[in-house]
């Protein structure tokens, strides 16, 4: 049996560094690891209490939900804006929380990592993110780091999937992940 972890990028963008990052997740997962890398959070609304009921929760929403519960892990992938996470990703967070204890990030297993142009890689972003995810009860490992710095020109003529070093690092930390989804089983 493997363990399913739900990668959500928060950059819209097509040509994204961190959704790079994701894919390379993907084709580097560990031996039973699956990476599901997230499509749509741009069709998820603003979180809206109002719209939060039982037979109205928007179908991208309830989407993600879904998705979010069949996963035994999450890896969000943060780029910084204005030194912080995008909304995307805080959005997706706030959507994965409910219902208030039981969202589908409750207790389980949650790592953030990402790249951005500045020299630190984004981490300012990547703590509110981790941040945010646990207060939303997910279980934050907040050792399992990864951020890398100069995104435009690190991967300006190569792909994340074909740097060694963030290949070994990311694969780390989905290890790191999978244990944590199997000790939460």
Known sequence: MSVRILALVGSLRAGSH??????????HAPEG???ELYEGLVDVPFYNEDIDVEG?????????????????GFLLFSPEYNG????????AIDWLSRPYGAGALTAKP?????TAFGQFGGVWAQDEARKAAGLAGGAVLADVKLSIPGSVTRFAELHPAD???????LTEVLRQVAQGA???A
Do not use: Y
């Open 18 to 27: 961190n959704r790079q990052l994701a894919e390379a997740a993907v084709k």
């Open 33 to 35: 690891v699956e990476v």
């Open 56 to 72: 109205g929760v928007p179908a991208a929403a309830a989407k993600l939900r879904e998705a979010a519960g069949r996963s035994d």
């Open 84 to 91: 912080t996470m995008p909304a995307v990703l805080k959005n």
């Open 110 to 114: 949650v790592a953030v990592v990402g």
């Open 163 to 169: 740097d060694a070093e963030v290949v070994t690092s």
């Open 182 to 184: 199997a000790a939460a």
